[in-house]
């Protein structure tokens, strides 16, 4: 099975930067998906590591250490708009279903 | 830019109906989701489905889902017996080959 852990919620001040992080335990996975969702919306796509490292995308950059179990999703310079829930999920090595983490709900504040 | 699309965006049945949910995958697209999230609760995944079978399915996905592509474009799941708990927003997701899965916006199911 797969277990994966994120905080259920955080706080930030606008223009900060903020680091969300997931651990995860599993035998293996095609690659680490980060997701956004607004409330009573569908996930939309951040950013994706398959290899360890840092991914960056604009003012999100995600980044994957697989020996350790553990990805983070950088979000810089926030804006309002960047109030959401922000979805860890791994895919799986047979048929790339997602599966997620329970989601950070992350409040931004002016 | 192409979108994953799903109708109704809400549906409220009874209890004990029938309901089928649609949706159409961006065209090109190889491989197709249904995804469900009962409202304050993580997106679970319920069935992947490539090359007109299903690939994958959870425990979730018992003898009262099924899911067909009738034809070239609509990928459907169908929900027999509704109960109170089958009561949750369920994604549609598609994707090519190794890329990121695109969602559509959800159909709202509400049993009552």
């Known amino acids: 099975g797969q277990n994966i852990d994120q905080p259920t919620e955080m706080t930030a001040t606008e223009g900060a930067i903020v680091q969300i992080n997931c651990t995860y335990q599993?035998?293996?996975?095609?690659?680490l998906f980060w997701y956004q969702q607004h409330a009573g919306e569908a996930p939309t796509f951040l950013s994706y590591n398959v290899l360890d490292g840092l991914e960056e995308k604009g003012r999100f950059s995600s980044f994957l250490s697989r020996s350790k179990g553990y990805s983070y999703l950088l979000l810089k310079e926030l804006q309002m708009k960047d109030s959401a829930s922000y979805l860890c999920a791994l895919a799986s090595i047979s048929t790339d279903k997602l599966i997620f983490g329970t989601g950070t709900r992350l409040q931004v504040f002016p | 830019e192409p979108e994953v699309t799903q109708t109704p965006s809400h549906q409220v049945t009874q209890m004990g109906q029938e309901v089928i949910l649609r949706c159409v995958p961006i065209?090109?697209?190889?491989?197709f989701y249904w995804y469900r999230q009962i409202l304050g609760q993580k997106v679970e995944f319920l069935v992947s489905?490539?090359?007109?079978?299903?690939?994958?399915k959870s425990e979730i996905f018992d003898d009262q889902f099924s899911v067909e592509r009738p034809d070239g474009s609509n990928f459907t799941l169908k929900i027999r017996s509704t109960k109170l708990e089958d009561s949750a927003m369920y994604f549609c997701a598609s994707r090519p080959m190794n890329t990121e899965a695109f969602f559509g916006q959800g159909t709202r199911l509400t049993v009552v």
């Open positions: 065209s090109n697209h190889l491989y």
């Open positions: 599993t035998s293996g996975f095609n690659g």
């Open positions: 489905f490539y090359n007109n079978e299903i690939s994958e």
